[in-house]
């Protein structure tokens, strides 16, 4: 039996390059679909045969670097975790909205990302002199659990190019970095107190600027339950008198 023909693929691309006079375009290219197919092997296949200008990123290729976000038929999302077969013969790639575009579909979350993990404070706040040397206290292994499950965010930007305040105020802090404040408020051996965590998010950047669109929840790659966590902190902000 000879083998089925291979779909013929049709993949509009947002061309751009800061610094270049020209209008952000579409440029087509069509290649053939080979079995298991990702985004990422048909970028490569574009820019390998095609045009070796074409930009994008991409380290892991395995849905943990959060690198190769990007706009798929306007949707955020992984393109070393999305499947040509997934998608129509004919579709579109963006970069995010939001981040700095570096060109083509390549945007610059890093410093987005530190930017907001500095004003946030996102690492753990010991007032006392850390002993290297000393086993930690015993953790309950739900409270673990909750803790690990937060800190699976790959800071992949999906969730701030699916959210209409973060369009709107760029020092919104999003849904990345309020999972990161109830990820702390969490830890225990983050000796902040409660009202620290909320000084950090309880104004128009943080819990206050969030309009529950919920972009955030449906598009997060990793499946992070972000509605909860939104609301984790406003439960205790509301408990704290503070909303
Ligand atoms: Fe990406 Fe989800 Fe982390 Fe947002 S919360 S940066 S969508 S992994
Ligand atoms: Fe944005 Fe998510 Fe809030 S999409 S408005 S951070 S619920
Ligand atoms: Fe690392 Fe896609 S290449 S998440």
Redesign the pocket.
């Known amino acids: 039996m000879s083998a089925p023909t291979p779909r013929r693929l049709t993949i509009h691309i947002l061309r751009s390059a800061p610094g270049d006079d020209a209008t952000p375009h579409f440029e087509a290219f069509r290649i053939d679909e080979s079995e298991g197919m990702t985004l990422f092997i048909a970028l490569n296949e574009i820019r390998a045969n095609l045009d070796p200008s074409l930009q994008f990123d991409f380290v892991c290729r395995a849905g943990i670097c959060?690198s190769c976000g990007m706009l798929i038929n306007g949707r955020p999302g992984l393109a070393c975790s999305t499947l040509t077969h997934d998608l129509g013969t004919e579709f579109t790639l963006a970069p995010l909205p939001v981040f700095a575009v570096i060109g083509d579909l390549s945007v610059d979350t890093g410093r987005w990302m530190r930017a907001m993990s500095e004003r946030l404070e996102t690492w753990i706040h010991a007032t006392t002199d850390a002993d290297l040397d000393a086993v930690e206290p015993r953790m309950e292994p739900a409270l673990a659990e909750a803790i690990y499950e937060a800190d699976r965010?790959?800071?992949?930007?999906?969730?701030?190019a699916a959210c209409g305040t973060a369009q709107m105020r760029p020092d919104f802090v999003g849904?990345?970095g309020l999972?990161k404040i109830a990820r702390f408020r969490l830890d225990p051996r983050d000796e902040r107190e409660d009202a620290d965590h909320y000084a950090l998010v309880g104004n128009d950047d943080g819990v206050f600027g969030c309009m529950t669109l919920l972009g955030?929840h449906d598009?997060?790659?990793?499946g992070?339950s972000?509605r909860s966590q939104i609301a984790y902190l406003r439960r205790g902000m509301a408990a704290q008198g503070l909303r």
């Open positions: 959060g965010c790959i800071e992949c930007g999906c969730c701030i849904a990345v999972n955030c598009v997060c790659p990793k992070l972000l």
